[in-house]
Structure formats: C-alpha cells, structure tokens
C-alpha cells in the first residue's frame, strides 16, 4: 500500500510540474505567488503521505488529523494565493 | 512664470559627467553582483551548518563517557539480590530481609504473588483458570493466553527465567568447555582452538554487527566490560545464593549489546496477553539471537556468555554502546523503535581497539521526556516519576525509606520509578503491563511521517516538545486499555497474505 502511496504521489508530482509550468505562460508569477504555490503544494503532499500512512497503519484518527490540518491548510494557502497573486497578475492576450 | 535654465556647459566636462555616472553605474553593479555572492555564500553557509547541526542531532551527538550524570561517591555496582524480579522469586531473601515485603503495602508478600505469577507463566491451564476469574476481558481470553503461551515457549526451552535474570541456564550458559554428542561424534570442542584475527577495530565490529543483522537482531553496538554495570554480587534464584564474578570463566573484555523490536501492532493492546505476547516473543528471539552470537564467537576462538536480564544492567549497556538514551519510564529509547525493544548482551574476551568500539550518543529523548509525561500518565500503577528533571534520589512517596525504595542503583541521575508498584500490577493484572511503552510517543511503527516528527524533535525543544507531545495525543496515538486495538491486532494477520 505504501509503494502504491509513493507511486502516486510520484505520477502526482509530475503533474504538479506540468500544471506549474503551464500556469507561467498565461500567468506572471511573481515570488509571492511561487512561495504560496510551493507552500500550498507542500501542505498537500503532507496531507496525502501523512493519512495514507496513517489508514495503512490503523491509525485513523491520524489520517483525519492530517486531512484535517494539512489538508485544509494546503486549501486555504491555494485558495489565497490563486485570489491574490496569481489571477490578478494575468498576463494580457 | 519662472522657468530655471542651466548654465551652459563645455562639451568635454558634459562627457566627463557622462563618464562619471557610467562608472557609478558600473561600480554599484559590481557591488550589488558582489553583494549577490556574499549573499548567496552567507545563505549556503548558513544552509550548509542548519543542515550538519540537524544531521548531527539525528545521528546523535556522540559522548566519550556515559552521557548522564554520575556521582561516582554513590555509584556502586548493583547487588542481583536488590532487584525486584530476584527478590520476588527468592523465598531466602524473603527470609533474610522481611523489612522488604512488610514496608510495602501492609505486608503485601512478593514471593506469594510472584509464584502465582510465574505459576501463570508455566501452566496455560492456570494462566486459563486465572483469566477466567478476571473476566475474560478483552485482550485475555483463551485466544489470547494461547498466542501469549506460544511467544513465550521458545525462551521456556532455551533460556528459562532469563527474564527473571536467573544467570547461568539454558543457552546462557557460562559453560566454554568440549560437550558430548552421540557417538560417533563424541566429545567436541565449542571454541574453535584457533582465533580469528580481524584486520582492524572497524572491520571486527563490522563483521560482529553484520552477523548480528543476518540473526535477526534490529540494532547491535560494541561497548567495553564495565564492571559498574555488572551485577555484583550476581545472585541465583534457584540456589538462593550470590556468586562471585571470579567464578566466570573468563575475563569479559566486551560487551555486544543487541536489541531486538516487538510488534507494534501487539503493544498497542497494553496491558494485555497479545502485549505479553510479543514480550515473550521477544525473549525468545533474544535467546535465539544471542546463541547464535555466542556460537558465532565460539567459532572465532573467543569465548562467550549470553544474557537477557542476567549479569548486568542492560539499559546501562545500550547506552554505553550509542543504541539510545535511558527515558522517565526507565527502559531504553532507541531512535525508530522507542522503547518497543528487548536487550540482549553478549559477554566476550574479545578485546577491539579503540575504534572498534561504539561511543555513547545522545539524540535528544531525554529533553523530551522533560517535556512529555505520557508513560507517566498511562502508567496504571501511578509507579513513574511526575518530576520535571531527573535527580539523584527516588522522589516518591516512601522514597526516601531504604526499608522501602531498597531496589535502585543510586548514584546515576535519570528518573527513579517506584518498580514494587510497577510489578504489583503485573501480579494484578495477570499480564506484564507495558503500558508506558505503547504510551510513549516515541514508540511508532517504520512509516515515513513517524521518522519526519523523531528527527525534528531531535534537535528542536522546549515549547515545541510539549506540542509534539500534545499532538501525539489528539493525533490518537499511544492509547492503552485499547479494546480496539485487540480488534484491529487480530486482522494484521492479512499483511502477510499474498
């Protein structure tokens, strides 16, 4: 079940990058942006390997921990940083 | 309106203005590019110390002496007839010191209980009939007595009451000379008559830990005999009598101490037979894997001695040799397992350099048991210090009584727990209890998160162990009396489906 875990997040990270760099042509990201990408982003990959581990291990008051705090917490810096850094920093046509 | 003109200037002094700001320009982008360097050098140096500082703390920081406390007026190597286990199964020492049984609880009687106890352990019929009577609560019914009765069985044949520290039986035998096998073999020898000479320190210790790895030790370190750590006089339970260490047969130059985990999933039901289950299972591995360090030994030319909790302080040991640090509950930490591990130590008279030896470490745990008071507070018989520090003398009620708090190695400071209560719930509870191991927030099983939470509380403190210790709590780990776990225990068994 944890390689399964790593697997995924693996196909996940890459994805992440492409999104990344997709973003960059229709968006300037400036450093707060990226520093809120690279948070928001760290916050899930927490919250998905710390709960993965977590059920497999039988512990699922953790794994409702981590969704709870990391998860929610990689919702709202992405939430903040797509309203106030990057959808207003859209680049013109 | 006034307007401002500027007075007219030769064409050369304009060009050499010119030139001068090209060269202001010029300078401080050399100065902001050097400023960038200096930066970035700063913030590699910077980066480069945190991440050595870190490492450093999670390896653990190595100490040339015992990494606690010692007052070497009091220290004295510990008397086998002072501890518990040996008291409580010796009717002579009944007899020689009455002061022991009549100061504790209104003349509550270790040896009375204790053969229960050891009745318990001997006979699953009555360990049935004792279960019964208490219930058959979760964790301790006939399924359960029997996986414990199974955990234990190997120790029962190889090394019986090892755990109870009885010295000089089974596979811990002190016994180096020929043994006799059925013709046509005959007499052989155990010690190979010629000794391997290893090329250095490292390669010794290499080759002894890698040995140690393939039987099935989890941690193994190399550390000098220390006669402060030996029990002396030793004490034989089953002759009611102390023995010299002159009656060894050999000088032990080194000490190979092993550890050996239990299962996660089993402790997590403490106080319970599934607990004592791996308990047991874990003496067992240690006779395994100890007789097959002896061997291993016996085969290089050195002679050896197995012991579980006979001869020596195996915490003192483990600590001596860098496995971990010595916590509030009394029992060893060692980094990714907690206390979840059992100890063996192997006596030689192999002797290493200096760089054979491993040196003691510390990895921070003491700081946090500071902090943290979890085992302290699972702890069902209320026997572990409460106190904020270590000190010198038990802090407990009736501490200060030598009739009473006659079972410690004074002279060391750590946490003094009150062992006679810790072992009456055990005679109570009909299990070995366990419950500050499951409690402690270092036990976790091997997953990643784990790992990430121990090594930043390696090297962090203070405030944040305290809220490392809170979240340990609302995160739901380290819960005792756990009937779900029993539940959830008897599933692991599909891990090893295919």
């Given at each position: ?93 | ?238 002759k009611g009598k102390d023995i010299s260490w002159d009656e060894f047969p050999f000088k032990p130059k080194s000490v190979i101490v092993l550890l050996i985990d239990m299962d996660y999933a089993a402790m997590a039901t403490a106080p319970s037979k599934i607990s004592e289950a791996t308990v047991g299972n874990g003496y067992s591995m240690m006779s395994f894997i100890g007789s097959s360090m002896k061997s291993f030994l016996h085969g290089l030319g050195y002679q050896a001695v197995v012991a579980g909790n006979d001869l020596a302080n195996s915490v003192a040991y483990a600590v001596s040799a860098g496995l971990g640090e010595g916590a ?171």
């Amino acid at each position: 079940m944890m390689g399964l875990m790593w697997y995924l997040m693996g196909m996940l990270t890459t994805a992440a990058l492409w999104g990344y760099l997709h973003l960059r042509q229709y968006y300037h990201l400036d450093w707060k942006a990226n520093l809120g990408i690279i948070g928001a982003f760290g916050f899930a990959w927490i919250c998905i390997g710390w709960s993965w581990a977590s059920f497999v291990e039988s512990e699922p008051q953790s794994g409702a921990m981590g969704l709870l705090n990391f998860g929610l917490l990689a919702l709202f810096l992405g939430a903040y940083t797509w309203r106030k850094f990057i959808k207003p920093a859209k680049k013109m046509p | 309106m006034m307007t401002s003109k500027k007075p007219a200037q030769p064409e050369n002094q304009q060009r050499i203005e010119i030139t001068d700001v090209t060269d202001d320009a010029s300078v401080n982008q050399s100065r902001r590019n050097l400023f960038k360097i200096g930066a970035g050098i700063a913030a590699t140096a910077v980066t480069g110390t945190s991440a050595a500082f870190v490492a450093d703390r999670i390896s653990g920081i190595e100490h040339d002496g015992f990494p606690v406390p010692l007052d070497l007026d009091v220290l004295k190597p510990f008397p086998q007839r002072n501890s518990i286990f040996t008291y409580a199964l010796s009717p002579e020492l009944a007899l020689k010191y009455p002061a022991r049984n009549h100061t504790f609880e209104n003349n509550w009687g270790f040896q009375e209980h204790a053969q229960e106890f050891g009745h318990s352990m001997l006979d699953i019929s009555y360990a049935l009939k004792k279960s019964k009577e208490m219930g058959d609560k979760p964790g301790m019914s006939q399924l359960e007595n029997a996986l414990s009765w199974g955990g234990w069985a190997p120790m029962r044949v190889m090394a019986p009451f090892q755990h109870m520290m009885l010295p000089d039986n089974g596979v811990n035998s002190w016994y180096q000379g020929p043994i006799d096998l059925p013709p046509p073999i005959g007499r052989v020898e155990q010690v190979a008559p010629e000794r391997w000479e290893f090329e250095s320190g490292e390669a010794a210790s290499a080759a002894i830990k890698s040995a140690a790895r393939l039987y099935g030790a989890v941690r193994c370190g190399i550390t000098r005999n220390d006669p402060m750590w030996n029990w002396d006089p030793i004490f034989d339970i089953q002759k009611g009598k102390d023995i010299s260490w002159d009656e060894f047969p050999f000088k032990p130059k080194s000490v190979i101490v092993l550890l050996i985990d239990m299962d996660y999933a089993a402790m997590a039901t403490a106080p319970s037979k599934i607990s004592e289950a791996t308990v047991g299972n874990g003496y067992s591995m240690m006779s395994f894997i100890g007789s097959s360090m002896k061997s291993f030994l016996h085969g290089l030319g050195y002679q050896a001695v197995v012991a579980g909790n006979d001869l020596a302080n195996s915490v003192a040991y483990a600590v001596s040799a860098g496995l971990g640090e010595g916590a509030r509950n009394g029992q060893l930490i060692a980094p990714r397992l907690g206390p979840r591990v059992r100890i063996a130590k192997i006596f030689t008279d192999l002797e290493l350099p200096d760089e054979g030896y491993d040196k003691p470490r510390s990895f921070g745990i003491m700081e946090f048991c500071s902090k943290c008071k979890l085992c302290a507070d699972a702890c069902p018989a209320d026997a572990i210090s409460t106190d904020d520090e270590p000190g010198w003398n038990p802090t407990y009620e009736h501490g200060e009584n030598p009739d009473y708090s006659w079972h410690h190695q004074l002279g060391v400071k750590k946490y003094y727990s009150d062992a006679k209560k810790c072992f009456k719930f055990w005679l109570e509870s009909n299990t070995d209890c366990g419950a500050c191991i499951t409690a402690c927030p270092w036990n976790k099983p091997d997953f990643w998160h784990h790992r990430m939470v121990e090594a930043s509380n390696s090297f962090t403190g203070g405030p944040l162990h305290t809220f490392m210790k809170i979240m340990d709590n609302l995160y739901g780990y380290g819960n005792t009396f756990d009937e779900k776990a029993v539940q959830s225990f008897w599933k692991t068994g599909k891990d090893i489906e295919i």
